[in-house]
DNA sequence: GTCTATACACTGATAGAC
DNA sequence: GTCTATCAGTGTATAGAC
């Protein structure tokens, strides 16, 4: 058999794999699917060429494994913060602090911009707009009680939640954009103003 | 000297680039700069390859010329409304009805995709961002002192006019983000939705 | 598991006939 | 002005040595 245990085997591949996952997502997020090969994924992963095709069968494939697993951190740390207790308002005032702050400017920024690539150059992928657009829609779902909630108590617009959730992340899509300007006009965008787009008029 | 007339040879000329410049609008607004080739404008155009390098020196040279001709006429559009008589608050109205209605789901929606696609992808293009950040700073420039004014006014939130113009206009490109999705979601999208960005508290 | 070398299609751009 | 043919370079993907 292997001189190499299992175990140690096993530690080499995820090892490998969690390169080439930084790497492309740094990668995609920053120049898109066209806009990068895999030529530069596995220069900035610092292995090989062959490597990565060893792992994952093609680009694309690399590609979906990326987005994936980035929407699913994203929905799932959303998932916590609209689960801590407290009134509804609050948890949208959470997530929003988080979302601005954490990542509009932290690190998990690259999340958003990849999903923007996703989004805008998915048309050019066969089934994959299809897939995202499943994805995204989970997100919607995760919002929507809470603005439900939020419109009984009286402190959020009328009108079908679902709606409001997805024109609610639109705007946090619009101020990655934003962010990619690097004009300095992202600093001052606050919380209080993505939570405007939810607000009772009076 | 030619037997073709200097009018009839610039008549050529300009539907030449017309077609040229629809194709590459079409595509480049669906599928990005890294996503169409020459040869896919080429032939949505009608014309023959080797005619479209005669008009345009570069693949670049075109997607400049289209964006900023997109840009351009989306900035006039913007300002011709915003210039008519009214108070600050309708003009707000009937800016964000024109761009619900006429550019999220009409005609002009592939501007919009355009842009999006150029600020997406503006990083793989040496110098391009800059360029574009220039031209979209504009666009705030238009809009802001109608929010100064309709915060003089008590209507609209109060903060940097220029940073609500930027974030008001980022919510429209997420919008036509939510338009790609194609989720049906885009159809009750309200013009008041979009304003209420814009709108103060109480 | 890791690497280099290579096959093969496609892209941007040019040359030159008409 | 319009076209076809072609070049040089790059991209994805694979083969095969170690």
Redesign the pocket.
């Known amino acids: 058999m292997s001189p190499r245990g299992q175990e140690q ?1 096993e530690q ?2 995820t090892e ?1 794999t969690e390169k080439i996952f930084m790497a492309a997502l740094k990668m995609f997020a920053m120049y898109g699917y066209h806009g ?4 530069q994924i596995a220069r900035q992963s610092g ?5 990565v ?2 792992y994952f ?4 494939a690399v590609f979906r494994h990326i987005v994936d697993t980035s929407l699913d951190n994203s929905i799932q740390a959303t998932r916590m913060i609209l689960e801590k207790p407290g009134d509804a308002w609050e948890k949208i005032a959470d997530l929003s602090s988080f979302l601005v702050k954490e990542t509009l400017n932290g690190d998990s920024f690259l999340y958003f911009l990849l999903i923007l690539h996703a989004m805008v150059q998915g048309k050019s992928i066969p089934g994959f707009l299809a897939h995202l657009t499943g994805k995204i829609e989970a997100y919607y779902q995760v919002l929507s009680p809470v603005i439900a909630q939020a419109q009984q108590d009286g402190v959020a617009l009328p009108g079908d939640p679902y709606v409001l959730a997805a024109a609610y992340f639109s705007f946090v899509q619009g101020l990655a954009l934003l962010q990619i300007q690097d004009s300095g006009i992202e600093q001052h965008i606050t919380p209080n103003l993505l939570m405007n787009v939810l607000r009772a008029s009076k």
């Open positions: 085997n080499m591949r490998a990068t090969s895999m030529k292995l090989s060429y062959g490597l095709y060893h069968p093609s680009k694309e």
